[in-house]
T-cell receptor, first 111, second 115 residues
Framework: KQEVTQIPAALSVPEGENLVLNCSFT??????LQWFRQDPGKGLTSLLL?????REQTSGRLNASLDKSSGRSTLYIAASQPGDSATYLC??????????FGAGTQVVVTP | DGGITQSPKYLFRKEGQNVTLSCEQN?????MYWYRQDPGQGLRLIYY???????QKGDIAEGYSVSREKKESFPLTVTSAQKNPTAFYLC??????????????FGPGTRLTVL
């Protein structure tokens, strides 16, 4: 069974520092990996989706990499801002089209 | 605006009551999903549907039921058999291509509390 792990569970950085969030998965037979942001009490907002054939995706200050063979993805957020404070979740899609989520990394960016 | 709506935002249930959570999407997506989120935990899949009139159990389907009579709608009923239903419920949808599966979009969620 696919297991998705996100370490650390929580992270606090000063404004302006780069953020590095990790996601690991046990079964490399994935179709997609998607990164989400969740604000308290809200739904999930999609940030980036990486297809299984891709190695990275970029959107503005966000960059996500994917290494299927080692079962890892990393989300980089450049020059963090207080508005980046949220919980970040990763999810992988398996061969049945089901999404398996990690527990998330709670990020606090201090001014 | 295209998107996913969920109602109500907050829902209170008495012991022994069935309650139904609404999920509607106008993104023309074939697939729809229901997840449960507990504090400090990731999302767990309850049910999903990839086509009208068909749905599959997820990892924690016991005590829940769904229907998919229309492409746009995927209501979730929390039955009295669900012993610990207090949680945040999230509905999502995605298109289903030949390969690979596409981006998943989420509604704003419904917070269910048992009184």
């Amino acid at each position: 069974k696919q297991e998705v792990t996100q370490i650390p569970a929580a992270l606090s950085v000063p404004e302006g520092e780069n953020l590095v969030l990790n996601c690991s998965f046990t079964d490399s037979a994935i179709y997609n990996l998607q990164w989400f942001r969740q604000d308290p009490g809200k739904g999930l907002t999609s940030l980036l989706l990486i297809q299984s054939s891709q190695r990275e995706q970029t959107s503005g200050r966000l960059n996500a990499s994917l290494d299927k063979s080692s079962g890892r993805s990393t989300l980089y957020i450049a020059a963090s801002q207080p508005g980046d404070s949220a919980t970040y979740l990763c999810a992988v899609t398996d061969s049945w089209g089901k999404f398996q989520f990690g527990a998330g990394t709670q990020v606090v960016v201090t001014p | 605006d295209g998107g996913i709506t969920q109602s109500p935002k907050y829902l209170f249930r008495k012991e022994g009551q069935n309650v139904t959570l609404s999920c509607e999407q106008n993104l023309n997506h074939d697939a729809m999903y229901w997840y449960r989120q507990d504090p400090g935990q990731g999302l767990r899949l309850i049910y999903y549907s990839q086509i009208v009139n068909d749905f599959q159990k997820g990892d924690i389907a016991e005590g829940y039921s769904v229907s998919r009579e229309k492409k746009e709608s995927f209501p979730l009923t929390v039955t009295s058999a669900q012993k610990n239903p207090t949680a945040f419920y999230l509905c999502a949808s995605s298109s289903v291509g030949a390969s690979p599966y596409n981006e998943q979009f989420f509604g704003p969620g419904t917070r269910l509390t048992v009184l």
